[in-house]
């Protein structure tokens, strides 16, 4: 049976089409999600999709947390549904407290547009299980306001849970506190990401194959197989 | 009929990038005794009927401010008193 994995669009979504091509490249079966509509048509896993949600308004992912299919979403991540927020998608998460913390504007105040270097740092999320520890991936960053922040006992907590994700090697692009470019939940199934994977899956377009890992990482993930 | 003032505003631990850049550039426009400038979000809420204190808060909770960066408050100003602010 073909996964069926969700990617929602948002107005003003812009990387949903590279998400359902990604998703598709890793071997499943993309479903397009309307944000209007509260339906989830049985997927089997989410990605929240890049860009600029509402245009940004007010927060980046503030207005977009309250979208219809994003109730939907919110109920099935807390029953195990694996959810990916890539970029603004992060936000969106963010936003819906379905991750802790929040993605600030960048602290020199620039648009940050490069190849970036990450270190896997948890494989035991259902988006990271192909990669190994420590691995390093070369991935795509783009974002004007990706500087994560949280209280320092938050930043501890996810460290001593070993949830925070992925770092930025090699310089980190936007401020973030501890070069923190991914986190996940208690549970593992979210996961919220500032670079984008999405856009490391064809040697023809992208820096690297290595974002097709979270693509193929899900449907290791639904299949039961252990990570 | 009174309007309801949120006011957001960056917590105070958390860096405020505009506000660096904006003290940043006084100096150019030959002011030099400013300390620091933070920039927050003023937002103007009319009810259809008497204005609700407590339901602005909780549209400043849930949408207006994020709890995690941000802190707020909420008044009440007469409608041509905004106005006035304005001009």
Redesign the interface.
């Known amino acids: 049976m073909t996964a069926r994995v969700g990617v929602v669009t948002f107005p003003g979504s812009l990387d949903d089409g590279d998400a359902a091509r990604a998703v598709r490249i890793a071997g499943a079966e993309p479903v397009r999600l309307w944000h209007g509509e509260a339906e989830l048509h049985g997927v089997d896993a989410v990605v929240l999709p890049g860009g600029f949600s509402y245009g940004d308004y007010l927060r980046c992912g503030a207005i977009a947390r309250f979208a219809p299919v994003m109730e939907k979403i919110i109920d099935a991540a807390g029953a195990g549904l694996p959810v990916l927020g890539i970029c603004n998608g992060f936000q969106i998460l963010c936003e819906a407290h379905l991750l802790p913390g929040a993605l600030t504007r960048n602290q020199h105040l620039h648009f940050r547009n490069r190849d970036q270097i990450l270190r896997i740092e948890s494989t035991g999320t259902a988006w990271t299980n192909t990669f190994q520890p420590g691995q390093e991936v070369l991935i795509p960053v783009k974002n004007g306001e990706g500087c994560y922040v949280a209280d320092p006992a938050t930043l501890d907590q996810l460290e001593a849970e070993g949830r925070v994700v992925a770092r930025y090697v090699g310089g980190n692009p936007n401020g973030s506190q501890r070069d923190i470019a991914a986190i996940t939940n208690q549970a593992g199934n979210v996961v919220g990401i500032m670079p984008h994977p999405e856009h490391a899956v064809e040697a023809l377009t992208g820096p690297s194959l290595d974002g097709l890992g979270f693509f193929t990482s899900v449907l290791k993930h639904l299949v039961g197989a252990p990570a | 009929m009174p309007r309801v003032v949120v006011d957001v505003m960056l917590k105070p631990e958390?860096?405020d990038?505009?506000g660096q850049?904006v003290a940043n550039a006084l100096p150019r426009l030959g002011v030099n005794d400013v300390a620091s400038v933070r920039i927050g979000r003023r937002i103007e809420i009319d009810f259809t009927g008497e204005p609700d204190l407590d339901r602005a808060r909780e549209i400043a909770d849930k949408?207006?401010a994020?709890p995690?960066?941000e802190d707020f408050t909420v008044r009440l100003v007469e409608a041509d008193e905004s106005a006035e602010a304005r001009s």
């Open positions: 958390i860096l990038p505009q850049a949408l207006l994020n995690v960066i």
